[in-house]
């Protein structure tokens, strides 16, 4: 399996050692050949990811960068929801279109980062999802970030409005890291969890705790 090199992302050498270690695990059957490629998959859309968000930062295009970085985010919830489903093998191959359930109850994205934070090992993720949803549909809270709160100013249209809050956008820009260095820790966090030959017998619901 092959890893897309020389993106010239800052976060590329971080990416790229944790797929040589994946590339490098001996493969004894199907399965963890399946986790391989459901691991290196998920690093490659970060990779990407990550390209376009460092090459919206660039231009000061906060409005799009906003969105990408709850998609980067979405890169390690996955990670961390496949640790926690029952039927892990049916979610590796399915990439994370199998229902996700745990015991008799769903499992959703909002308890799937809690629990980061409750692994005591990550700070606020769960702040920082919540956070990255506001803008991933249009919402009021849009409408606030362009007009601060001033009503009688014209909505601004065809140009960056964001840029102009320098404040703003340097949190923007320290969001990126945030978000870049919690997706690498819950890799290097949950990475032998995913490869724990024990973790692929699919639990009964009475052997889970919820």
């Known amino acids: ?20 270690q ?12 399946t ?15 990550s390209m376009g968000i460092e090459t919206l930062l660039r231009v000061e295009n ?3 960068a906003l969105p990408l970085l709850r998609v980067l ?7 961390k929801t496949a640790t926690m489903v029952d039927n892990k093998d049916e979610y590796y191959s399915s990439f994370g279109d199998a229902k996700t359930k745990r015991g008799k109850r769903p499992l959703g994205e909002g308890a799937v980062v809690k629990s980061l934070d409750e692994d005591k090992w990550a700070t606020k993720a769960y702040d ?14 849009h409408a606030k970030l362009l007009l601060s709160s ?25 969001c990126y890291d945030e978000v870049s260095m919690l997706l690498i ?12 030959i024990e973790s692929h017998i699919q639990k009964k619901p009475s052997d889970v705790n919820i």
Not at 27 to 33: K, T, W
Not at 73 to 78: S, W
């Open 150 to 174: 001033d009503l009688s100013r014209p909505v601004p249209v065809g140009r960056l409005a964001l840029k102009e809050d320098k404040k703003f956008a340097a949190e923007i820009e320290q």
């Open 128 to 141: 920082l999802y919540k956070f990255l949803c506001k803008f991933v549909h249009l919402s009021r809270y």
């Open 35 to 49: 986790i391989g490629f459901f691991l290196l998959t998920v690093i490659n859309r970060a990779m990407v990811t």
């Open 185 to 196: 820790g819950i890799f290097e966090y949950y990475i032998e969890k995913l490869w724990d």
């Open 73 to 79: 985010m979405d890169c390690g919830i996955q990670i």
């Open 22 to 33: 994946i590339k490098n695990r001996p493969v004894a059957n199907i399965e963890m050949h």
């Open 1 to 20: 399996m092959q890893t897309k090199k020389y993106l010239n992302i800052k976060y590329e050498k971080e990416y790229l050692e944790i797929a040589e």
């Open 62 to 64: 906060y409005e799009c």
